[in-house]
């Protein structure tokens, strides 16, 4: 995020977001590591006000295995279906 906003203007593109998986869904030993990983993604999205000139677009196939607090207004809160 730090480059982007560097190069502001600038297009973030995160490919294969649902990758990130869900809070909900997170088992056995590497739990606490995606815990980590969401969280720090959701701190990321969150500077929302420091990113000026920095659009964020996530991409997916799987729009259901994305932690839905990744989806929250502020965040990345505009879906578009691409059939």
Do not use: M
Not at 25 to 49: F, P
């Amino acid at each position: 995020c730090k480059d982007a906003i560097a190069a502001a203007p600038a297009i973030l593109l995160i490919d294969e977001f649902d990758s990130f998986g869900s809070r909900k869904n997170l088992r056995g030993d590497s739990a606490a590591y995606g815990l980590q990983v969401i969280n720090a993604l959701l701190e990321q999205l969150d500077g929302a006000a420091g990113r000026e000139g920095v659009v964020v677009i996530a991409a997916t196939n799987s729009p259901d295995d994305i932690d839905e607090a990744l989806r929250r207004p502020g965040r990345l809160d505009r879906h578009v279906a691409v059939e």
